[in-house]
Every structure is written in structure tokens, then in C-alpha cells.
């Protein structure tokens, strides 16, 4: 598979932060539209059978050029040092330059302490890319078209993000020209919930291959740290693993097939990004894609690990 780049910029909020699965779903839902629904059941079909078409990272932040990824979890071991190290301040920072990043994949920096000593001498910062925040909403009564005498308000959560990019790992050209084209479409309807009122507004740049990362892609060891969500499977040895981890529950793209219905999926168990995952048994893949059914369709939960695989001994 090649690597590229994709830089994406926002011009409305989120409904929540876009994750891999995020994107995985808006370029399922764009190729449909593009290809036909025999088209994309093909490629998922690809997926279920392990013969993977591509796979996805998280949107991750950029200061000007410079790429940043989530900060790698790494051991933690005591160790004497004679150098002062702010650990508060440590523990706040959430994503590192590619280049430090790099020096963890190629063993040059094993644990937590040897990280914290690194960022020290770099004197990083924490980077924002993320914000929260709530905006006011008023009730709508669907029977009368009106907000009712009440005029009753309500607040729902959104989220704005900065600048960023993502990573798209792909095994033909083929793929790579209809996913670039899906992403055209996604320009047009949008990333996310609550498109409708004008959310997940987006561009994409172009695909930019990154020759930077490929050894790291390609050459596999038993140890690597993922860029994207993962839906644990059986091949990873957890006891060995060091990973945070979350609970989501995602909702089905309700503006073409799932009018009117119940649009939530089953909550998953996810590791999150940045987390170093030692492999229990060799596979072209780690993670799942769970397939469930509504209203008579097949329905998918994307947690593929986009791994980055760790050179030399780190242990």
C-alpha cells in the first residue's frame, strides 16, 4: 500500500470530534452515490474477507507545515534521572511532531521517561486542536412548523477543529482515484452529524503521497503504534500492549436508507490513537470491522488499525 496525505479544512462545527470511522462511513456513503450500492457492497465485502482496500487514520493537527501525531504511549518505568522534568505539563501534551515521532518507530526512544527527557529539550508545547463548546437551539414544533409558544431553547454540544490532515493508506490506483473522487462528494454534503443545519462543512486537499512513513508501514514487526481507532481482536497481545482505551456508540447515516428509524449502532470498545500495540500473531490486518444489520441492510462499525510498526527491540 502507498501513504498519503490528506489535508482537510473545516468552515462549520461538528456535531463530535471526526474519527477514522468517521470517514470511513462518509466515504462509504459518497461511494455509493458515485458507484452503486453493488459497487460499495464489493468493497466491503473486500474488507470482511481481509483483502483490505485501504485503510483510514484520524484527522490529526498541523502547525503551519509541520505534522503532528498523537503522542505514542510508551512504558512507564522508574528510572533516576538528575534532569528536572515537568511531568504536569508533559502529561497535557497530546500530540508530537512527525520527526520525534519518528525516533520512537526507529527505537532511538523506548519508554516514558526517555520521552518526557526529548520533550524537554525541545520545549514543546501544547498544541489546541480540538475545542468543545454549546450552542443554543429552539424547539420545533413539527405540527405547526413554528418554535411554539414557549419558544422553548435547548443546548447541544459542538465541536470545532482546526486545521488538519489525515492518512490514507491505499492498494491500487484504482481505489486511490475513487476514493479521491468520494471525497469530492463529501465536499458537497458534508463530514458527519447534523449536516442538515450546516455542520461537517470540509475541504480535502489533494492526496500527497508520504514516502517518510512507508518503511514504517510496510517493513512489520511484532510491535506497533496505531493512528486510528482499534476494535480489539485476537490477534493483539494485550498484556504486552500499552493503550488507553474508549466506549462509542455511533449512529447510522440516517439521509438516504434509515429515515424515521432508530438510527443507533451497538457501543464499541475502542484503543484509542497512540496506543503501542505488541502483536500476539501475524496478520495483513489488526482490528475490526463489525458488521451488524438494519432494516434488512449490512451496517459497519470501522475499527482497523492503521499501524505504524516499531524498528529494532523496543520491548
Known amino acids: 500500500m502507498n501513504i498519503y496525505k490528506v489535508d482537510i479544512t473545516p468552515y462549520s462545527v461538528f456535531k463530535s470530534l471526526p474519527s477514522a470511522y468517521t470517514i470511513f462511513g462518509a466515504i462509504s456513503w459518497a461511494y455509493r452515490l458515485l458507484y452503486g450500492e453493488e459497487d460499495l457492497i464489493k468493497l466491503l465485502n473486500n474488507f470482511e474477507q481481509g483483502n483490505i482496500p485501504f485503510l483510514i487514520s484520524s484527522i490529526f493537527p498541523k502547525q503551519d507545515k509541520n505534522l503532528l501525531l498523537p503522542k505514542p504511549i510508551l512504558k512507564s518505568i522508574r528510572k533516576s534521572t538528575n534532569q528536572k522534568i515537568d511531568f504536569k505539563k508533559f502529561k497535557r501534551i497530546n500530540f508530537i511532531p512527525i520527526d520525534l515521532f519518528t525516533e520512537i518507530l ?185 458488521k451488524n444489520q438494519k432494516a434488512g441492510k449490512n451496517i459497519y462499525q470501522y475499527g482497523l488499525a492503521f499501524p505504524l510498526y516499531i524498528q529494532g527491540g523496543n520491548k
Not at 187 to 203: A, P, T, Y
Open 106 to 290: 526507529q527505537g532511538k526512544i523506548q519508554d516514558e521517561l526517555e520521552l518526557n527527557l526529548k520533550l524537554e529539550e525541545i520545549n514543546l508545547s501544547t498544541t489546541k486542536f480540538a475545542t468543545v463548546d454549546n450552542i443554543p437551539h429552539a424547539s420545533i414544533d413539527r405540527i405547526t412548523g413554528s418554535t411554539g409558544e414557549g419558544g422553548e431553547l435547548y443546548f447541544e454540544e459542538i465541536v470545532a477543529i482546526s486545521e488538519g490532515y489525515f492518512f490514507l493508506a491505499v492498494e491500487s490506483q484504482e481505489i486511490k482515484q475513487k476514493i479521491e473522487s468520494s471525497l469530492k462528494v463529501i465536499e458537497d454534503i458534508g463530514l458527519g452529524g447534523n449536516r442538515s443545519i450546516g455542520f461537517g462543512k470540509v475541504k480535502f486537499g489533494k492526496l500527497e503521497e508520504i514516502k517518510q512513513l512507508k518503511e514504517y508501514f510496510t517493513n512489520k514487526t511484532d510491535r506497533f503504534i496505531t493512528l486510528s481507532p482499534v476494535i480489539p481482536d485476537n490477534k493483539i497481545n494485550y498484556k504486552e500492549s500499552f493503550y488507553d482505551y474508549f466506549t462509542f456508540r455511533g449512529a447510522v447515516d440516517n439521509n438516504y436508507d434509515f429515515k424515521g428509524m432508530d438510527i443507533w449502532k451497538n457501543k464499541v470498545f475502542y484503543l484509542k490513537e497512540g496506543s503501542q500495540i505488541k502483536v500476539k500473531e501475524n496478520s495483513n490486518y489488526y482490528g475490526n470491522l463489525i
